[in-house]
Each structure stands twice: as C-alpha cells, then as structure tokens.
C-alpha cells in the first residue's frame, strides 16, 4: 500500500486527503463516494480508477494516516525527551500535543468500531498501528531498564488507548493522569 500512495496521480491525491477530512470528521460509513468525488473535484470513475473500491480507499487513508502518526510520534518524542524514561513519558505529552488539533478520537479506534470484521482490508492496517504502538512502548521502556518491557507496554498502551477515548468523550485531564500512572508503572518494572 505505501508505494501506491507514493505514485498516486494528482487527481487520487486529492480524492484521498479529501477522504481523510471527511472520514475522520463524519465517519466511514456516513461518507459515500459521490460525496468524495465532488469535494475533491473528480469523477467517481476517476476515483475508482485511483483506489478501485470505497474499501481500498479506505485501508489507503488508513495507512497515511498511521505512518504520519509514527513519523510525528517518534519524531515529536526525540525532539521533546532526552532520557529514556522522559521518552517514555513523553509520549504521553506528545499525544497531548497530538489531541490539541481538531481532535476528533482515535481514527483508528474510530474504524475498528466500524468495519469489526478481519476480512475488511483495512483491519491489518488498524491491528497493526495497535502492535506498533505497544511495540513502540516496550522499546522505550527496554531502554528504560524495565525488566519486563513487553508487560509495561501492555499496560502503557491500555492509558493511552484510555485517553484517547475519554478525550473523545469530554472528559478532559486523562493526559495527566494516564502519564502519572505509566511513571509510576515505570517505577515500578526497573
């Protein structure tokens, strides 16, 4: 999938950012293709000469989506923390940063609600931004000297995951206290 988003035409840019605005803001299923099409300025043939299928299009927003999120995760904790737990941590306050931006919950928690079935597509890709995100936490906290990394970044990845979605909800300050509580988990495992 990623080197077919790098040699999209114009046309199939267009369609998929304009994809990425509207189902992020309104939802997968709420978002047909003739609403794409129009926004972005193209024909539905067009659009389906880009991606083939709504599914396609789908799994391929998806996908930028989550490797602009590993890009702006790894890169906004490098610049912000130096030691190993304050990266640690710091993903915490990256993801603070993160929410501070239109933030409309977690897209991927978001699809998953939406197409539960592991034929879908796109399935892999949201299965795989989870693995990737307790894998990233396991290796912060292996350079932490955690002794048990893998048990930590279960743990870390269940606040995170619980931010995000209070954060959806209205309930403001989970940030905190979710960082508070991998501190002290973190603490604890060295």
């Known amino acids: 999938m990623q080197d077919s988003l790098a040699k999209l035409t114009p046309a199939g ?5 304009v994809a990425a605005e509207l189902f992020y803001r309104q939802g997968i299923h709420a978002v047909g293709v003739e609403a794409i099409a129009a926004k972005a300025g193209v024909t539905k043939k067009t659009l389906y000469a880009c991606f083939g299928s709504k599914d396609n299009l789908v799994t391929a927003y998806l996908t930028e989506r989550d490797q602009r999120w590993r890009e702006w995760l790894t890169g906004w904790v490098e610049r912000h923390a130096d030691s190993a737990e304050e990266k640690v941590l710091g993903a915490y ?98």
Request: net charge negative.
């Open 13 to 17: 840019r267009r369609v998929l950012d």
């Open 93 to 190: 306050d990256a993801l603070a940063a993160w929410m501070r931006e239109d933030f409309r919950g977690c897209a991927f928690v978001n699809a998953l609600a939406e197409l539960p079935s592991p034929d879908h597509p796109a399935h892999e890709v949201i299965v795989g931004q989870k693995r990737w995100m307790r894998d990233y936490f396991a290796e912060l906290a292996a350079k932490a000297g955690a002794a048990d990394p893998d048990g930590f970044a279960k743990s870390a990845l269940l606040l995170y995951e619980g931010v995000t979605v209070a954060e959806s909800a209205g309930i403001g300050g989970t940030t905190d206290q979710a960082k508070k509580v991998a501190a002290a988990l973190l603490r604890a495992a060295v």
